[in-house]
């Protein structure tokens, strides 16, 4: 089972900051699962991260904050996380549920 919202949904969210380029899918993720407005959620991201609401649309700011928690990143590094470990971390720093991650640990 996946998210319940579907991944059109998501990605068309998404899409608009650059997805996981920036902080795209973090921000949507927020809206989705706490029916945020679009600034209450990119408030609540960079607070989350400690960068201000400008650098969550700069590709190199959140390329090193992706890495420094760990959040998973368009291509795979060797020692980064990615797949459902990236969604784990993505759970703990925005203190949400994720279905995938709630299934992983049943």
């Known amino acids: ?59 190199d700011v959140m390329t090193e904050v992706r890495r420094e928690h760990d959040l998973g990143l368009v291509y795979a590094l060797p020692g980064y996380a990615r797949g459902i470990e990236a969604k784990l971390h993505i759970a703990r720093l925005l203190d949400i549920e994720i279905n995938c991650v709630k299934r992983m640990r049943t």
């Open 1 to 59: 089972m996946g998210d319940p919202f579907g991944m059109a949904v998501t990605h068309a969210l998404a899409s608009g900051m650059g997805g996981i380029r920036t902080a795209g899918d973090l921000v949507a993720r927020m809206q989705m699962s706490r029916g945020m407005k679009i600034d209450a959620a990119k408030k609540y991201v960079a607070d989350r991260l400690g960068v201000s609401v400008i650098d969550l649309a700069n590709e």
